[in-house]
């Protein structure tokens, strides 16, 4: 704690520790204790398991995520004259939103500075995604990242040490102190980052399903409304839509595969699933931008602009602006490539059921796309292609998945085949967009 608290640290983690509610000054001098280095590490982790197993009331969760926010650089954008928004996801497999969402909404009329993370886990991340593109950088100061956004009206960066440094190291610690999975805490993790942005709107995906963080829709939906009620209690626009990731999110997984995908969605070539939650999101950060009235007016807009080429076009914007080669959007077979394809083909025929979203994701880590552990490299040019879908139908021996690899992988091959259910009928069905939450939603 600060001097200036004056209150005893050891007194805040016993109140949090008896079920007391934490007031926002010692909130604040708690965190901004641990920064300055007069809350030890340990005290901090006793707080944090007090707070994941105590829980937390709203009014704790903003003075958490302020503190977090605080805690380093807000940015304002002051020189960007227009309405910005931004989306997060909470990850999954195929997760490839992000890098065509940017630029479609970006040619729209809304600027979007992005702040986006590596993979982990089986779920990718946007950075590592991106970062198959020659020369494309993704780290910045707050000056170039500002300009880049007003200029070609998006940036998509990575968290730097000058964004919510309370935030990484709080996550360092829960990450090994098992307190990463607690609603409140995953809120103002998020939250912190995202606000420093100078955000005016916030669009949320929450997956749900077995290649999400949150596997059961209830979990979902209570992370989903209190992202939405804390994001507004904080003065900001907030939207959350709550979509399935129990199968891969389109047909590719893998950093290169799915930046080629992302590509494809904004040259007009896209899986329909794909397509569906792109411009789902990007309905969403219209209407919160205010650039569009309703929701027919704001598809009409994002289909437009797919169609004439003004997404494809500010996508090249965007890489030239970011020290990338834009010839890629035109021609993404100047992606990296992994030198061998292996097929993976069915062992009878039928229809695709399921298709294990966590399965396809630990497949594609064993891969190299993804890491295990935070300091591990990933490689851009291997992943999986998905060629049948759920509701697809199959002939025994046609390929259901291609494998693009370094050396033949047969323990992996078995893998992917093992995530594929196929059954004799078509399944029912699902919808992607499995619920909307808004500040209204009781
Ligand atoms: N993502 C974050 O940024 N923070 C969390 O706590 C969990 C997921």
């Known amino acids: 704690m600060t001097a200036r608290q004056g209150t005893n640290p050891t007194l805040v983690i016993q109140k949090k520790r008896d079920g007391g ?11 901004s204790g641990y920064v300055e280095g007069t809350v030890a590490d340990y005290q901090m982790s006793a707080m944090l398991m007090a707070m994941f197993l105590r829980g937390m009331s709203d009014a704790e969760t903003v003075s958490l995520m302020q503190a977090m926010l605080h805690s380093g650089k807000v940015m304002t954008l002051e020189s960007i004259r227009g309405p910005k928004v931004d989306k997060h996801s909470t990850g999954g497999v195929g997760d490839k939103v992000s890098i065509c969402l940017a630029p479609l909404v970006a040619s729209c009329g809304v600027f979007v500075p992005m702040i986006s993370g590596r993979g982990l886990g089986h779920t990718g991340g946007t950075l590592d995604k991106l970062a198959s593109i020659d020369g ?9 990242f500002e300009r880049i956004v007003r200029d070609v009206g998006a940036c998509l960066i990575g968290q730097t040490s000058e ?7 709080i996550y360092a610690l829960r990450d090994v102190t098992a307190t990463v999975e607690s609603i409140p805490l995953i809120v103002a993790s998020i939250l912190s980052k995202k606000l420093a942005e100078g955000i005016d709107g916030l669009v949320l995906d929450v997956k749900v399903g077995r290649g999400a963080f ?3 829709g209830k979990g979902a939906r209570k992370l989903a409304e209190t992202l939405v009620r804390v994001g507004t209690r904080a003065g900001k626009r907030v939207v959350a839509l709550i979509t399935d990731m129990s199968s891969p999110l389109g047909r590719c997984v893998g950093n290169a595969l799915e930046t080629r995908e992302a590509l494809d969605l904004l ?11 792109t411009v789902a999101l990007g309905e969403e950060m219209l209407l919160l931008a205010r650039v569009t009235r309703n929701r027919r007016a704001a598809r009409e807009k994002l289909m437009t602009a797919i169609r004439d080429g003004s997404a494809s076009r500010t996508m090249e914007r965007i ?3 970011q020290g990338g080669d834009p010839r890629v959007v035109s021609d993404p077979s100047r992606l990296p490539r992994a030198p061998l394809v292996m097929s993976v083909q069915a062992p009878r025929s039928g229809f695709v059921a399921t298709i294990d979203a966590r399965e396809i994701g630990l497949s594609a880590m064993a891969l190299g796309a993804g890491r295990a552990r ?3 490299p990933v490689d851009p040019a291997v992943g999986i292609e998905i060629l049948a879908k759920p509701g697809e139908a199959v002939k025994k021996g046609a390929p259901l998945a291609r494998l693009h690899v370094r050396t033949p992988s047969p323990a992996v091959a078995d893998q992917v085949l093992r995530a594929f259910r ?4 078509p399944p029912r069905p699902k919808p992607l967009v499995i619920d909307r939450i808004t500040s209204r939603t009781r």
Do not use: K, N, W
């Open 163 to 169: 964004i919510a440094p309370a935030d990484m190291r």
């Open 21 to 31: 509610e934490l007031s926002r000054d010692e909130i604040v001098g708690f965190v």
């Open 319 to 321: 890489i030239e602006a």
């Open 136 to 144: 494309f950088r993704t780290e910045m100061d707050g000056r170039d």
């Open 267 to 277: 040259a007009g070539r896209a899986p329909a699933d794909l397509l569906e939650c």
């Open 214 to 216: 949150m596997q059961d």
């Open 422 to 425: 196929i059954g004799p009928r």
């Open 374 to 376: 935070a300091e591990d």
